[in-house]
Every structure is written in structure tokens, then in C-alpha cells.
């Protein structure tokens, strides 16, 4: 089986995030029968190829390199939008169409088949753990990640001085993203009297009171974090208001003794090293008690210095200029920020511009030419 059959049998598997049991359980199969050491749960499936360079395949290694992706998609959407259903996977001359072939299983098989042909190929330079992992649900939370790297650091046997890894998110072929701003959303509570709002000073004791003034001075608050928070691969944090409520509807006459705003604040790690004292400082000025409003994702950083670019780009023949910065969050910071000495970037076939989109197509040529650069990138290590 070669990448483009692969590809689209992974297509073929229904995997809507939630519903991934199926496709994991095939992907274990299939590593199980290539003679890897395979775990399975509903989160994570991971194969383990041990490569040596000498006869000792029981040799402890202090290297790893994982080449990783998700296996759920997005739902389908409107299904009279498609030209065939979404879960039959169609192959032309130039691309094979279907629900998850960008984003992202098309890259991950091809990962999966370069590693098999580096395996095949044999004569390996070095000895490194090489670990094949498809996740789950990382279209809604990135748990299966998040939990694949805690099972990883309970292992006691996977003890790794360095960890370098790929994920095959779409990048076009031809981008290395080495990090993306985290993102921390927050909810903010203020307090204050209620009154008769026929008295224009009670407007004032009121919490809605306290909340127009944070949010006039947002901008700012803002304009402050931007001169001393900002980085120069990760640019500017953000802090932007997404929601206001306050008061009470049926009681038009009365004024607030309690309102929300809730925050949707992109971090850069400069701000998130400082971002507790930062925020409780305007809490105090402002008035307010504040909490997550769902769990906080670090901002992540990889140098562009690193082994695993350097390698990417000599593999792939690509320049300097293709390094940049994830658009969104991905799964990378939970590999570079769960793991010590971890150096995992975003490197891809696939088309971002058909991530989550009707009749989703990836170039066969992208797709055979990014699973030999990866062969070409193990052989680097």
C-alpha cells in the first residue's frame, strides 16, 4: 500500500471528532501487522519502531522522533454540497477529493508510508525511537494529543534527552510553522449596588458601571501589552472583548449589581510568563474577580535554529523564507510544552485553503513528493 491508496482509505473511515473509534482501530491494525509496538485508546493510537544501527534492538535510546497527526474532521456540512459523498474517496489525475484529505489524513499517511520506506530502506546512521501517532478530537479540544504526551511521560522506558517531531497539518508542502500565539479565554465578574436607575448616581455604585470603564480603557490596556509583551517571531498579543452581560431584562428600572465580560486574549510567552500578575494587577484597578473561562493553551515557540527546521528545509529544499507562524493554535504546544527538550513543528502536504471546506482535495504530487522528503528527513537524523 502506497500513500495515495492509504490516503484514501483513511478517508473512506467516517471520523467525524467523537466518533474516531473505527479509524484508530484500523490504524492500530495497520501498524500492528508492519511489526510495530502498538497502544491504543479512544484518544491516541502510537506505533513504535525502534531504529538501531547495530544489532541491539534492546539498546536504550535517548532520542526520539515523532511524526504525528489527527485522524477526526470537521462534520460534513451540507451533504447536497458535495459532488459525491464525502466519505468516498475519489482520485483523478491530479487529486485525490474527500472529507479530512487536506486536513490532515492525506499528511499523515504519507508520513506513515515514509516511514515504512525508510524502515525498508535500512542502513540507518543513528538510533532514535521513531513513533507514528494518529490522535483524536483535535478539531474540538486537542485531547488526544494532550493525553498521548501524558502517557508518553508516564512510561517510564521513554526517557528522552531530545524529541523531534512533525505534524502533517496542511502547510501547503512548502511552509515550516515553528509556533502560534496561545490562547486563554477569560470571564470577568464585577460586582456593585443595585438601585433606582431613575437616580443618575446610582449608575455609578453599579457593576455595569465598573465594566464601562475596563472596557473603555481596553485599548489602552492594550497599546501597553503590545510595548512590553510583544515578540518578535509571534508578533502582538491580542485582548479583545467577546461578550457583555449585566442587569436584569425584567427589571428595566433597576440598576446592576452584577455583569460579565468575557475575554478571547492571544498570548505571545513573554506574556504568558507574567500573564497571573499581569492580569490580577488590572483586577485590582478595575474591580473585578476573574477566571478560565475553558482551559488555557500556552503560546509555543520553536527556534528556528533547531535541528528539526534545519533538517525540514534541507530535506525538502526550501529556503529561510518558508518558516513562519501558525495562523491558528495547533497541537504543537502540546508536544513542545508537554515534553522536555521538544522540538515539534507544522509541516505539511496538504492545502490549508480546503481545510473544513466542501469536496476537500489534496495533489497527489504534493502527497508522493512531501512522503520522499520525509524519507530524506529521518535519514538527516
Same mark, same amino acid.
Given at each position: ?9 483513511? %478517508?473512506? *473511515? ?12 484500523? %490504524? ?14 479512544? /484518544? ?16 536504550? @535510546? @535517548? ?49 506513515? *508510508? ?26 474540538? /479540544? ?14 517510564? +522506558? ?23 500565539? +496561545? ?77 460579565? *465580560? ?9 506574556? /504568558? ?43 525538502? /529544499? ?64
Amino acid at each position: 500500500m502506497d500513500e495515495i491508496e492509504l490516503t484514501k482509505k483513511l %478517508i473512506e *473511515i467516517e471520523s467525524v471528532s467523537g466518533n474516531e473509534t473505527k479509524i484508530l482501530e484500523f %490504524i492500530a491494525d495497520f501498524l500492528q501487522k508492519k511489526s510495530a509496538k502498538v497502544w491504543q485508546n479512544e /484518544d491516541f493510537v502510537a506505533g513504535l519502531f525502534k531504529i538501531r544501527n547495530s544489532k541491539d534492538q534492546n539498546l536504550k @535510546n @535517548n532520542r526520539a522522533i515523532i511524526l504525528t497527526g489527527h485522524i477526526d474532521t470537521v462534520s460534513a456540512g451540507d451533504l447536497n454540497a458535495w459532488d459525491k459523498s464525502p466519505w468516498q474517496a475519489i482520485e483523478t489525475s491530479e487529486k485525490i477529493i474527500g472529507l479530512g484529505a487536506s486536513d490532515m489524513k492525506g499528511g499523515l499517511a504519507a508520513q506513515f *508510508i515514509a516511514a515504512l520506506d525508510f524502515i525498508k530502506e535500512g542502513n540507518f546512521k543513528s538510533n532514535f525511537d521513531l513513533w507514528l501517532v494518529a490522535v483524536s478530537n483535535e478539531e474540538i /479540544d486537542g485531547r488526544g494529543s494532550r493525553n498521548f504526551v501524558k502517557w508518553l511521560n508516564q512510561q517510564s +522506558g521513554f526517557s528522552y534527552k531530545e524529541t523531534f517531531g512533525i505534524i502533517a497539518e496542511p502547510t501547503n508542502n512548502k511552509n515550516i510553522e515553528i509556533g502560534h500565539r +496561545g490562547n486563554r479565554f477569560l470571564t470577568l465578574k464585577f460586582t456593585g449596588e443595585s438601585g433606582h436607575a431613575s437616580q443618575q448616581e446610582n449608575y455609578q455604585k453599579s457593576a455595569l458601571s465598573k465594566a464601562s470603564s475596563f472596557l473603555l480603557n481596553i485599548d489602552a490596556i492594550f497599546n501597553k501589552w503590545v510595548d512590553k509583551y510583544s515578540n518578535i517571531y509571534l508578533r502582538k498579543p491580542s485582548l479583545v472583548p467577546t461578550s457583555l452581560s449585566a442587569g436584569d431584562k425584567q427589571s428595566p428600572n433597576k440598576t446592576a449589581t452584577s455583569a460579565e *465580560i468575557v475575554l478571547d486574549i492571544r498570548t505571545t510567552p513573554e506574556l /504568558d510568563t507574567d500573564f497571573e500578575n499581569a492580569f490580577n494587577l488590572l483586577a485590582k484597578k478595575y474591580g473585578f474577580s476573574w477566571k478560565y473561562h475553558s482551559d488555557p493553551v500556552p503560546s509555543t515557540l520553536v527556534s528556528e535554529n533547531s535541528a528539526v527546521i534545519k533538517n525540514i528545509l534541507k530535506s525538502a /529544499d526550501l529556503t529561510e523564507s518558508s518558516i513562519m507562524i501558525s495562523p491558528g493554535a495547533t497541537d504543537q504546544g502540546e508536544f513542545v510544552n508537554g515534553l522536555k527538550n521538544t522540538q515539534v513543528v507544522v509541516f505539511g502536504p496538504g492545502e490549508w485553503d480546503e481545510a473544513h471546506h466542501q469536496n476537500e482535495f489534496i495533489y497527489k504530487e504534493k502527497l508522493s513528493k512531501y512522503k520522499m522528503e520525509i524519507v530524506d528527513f529521518l535519514k538527516e537524523f
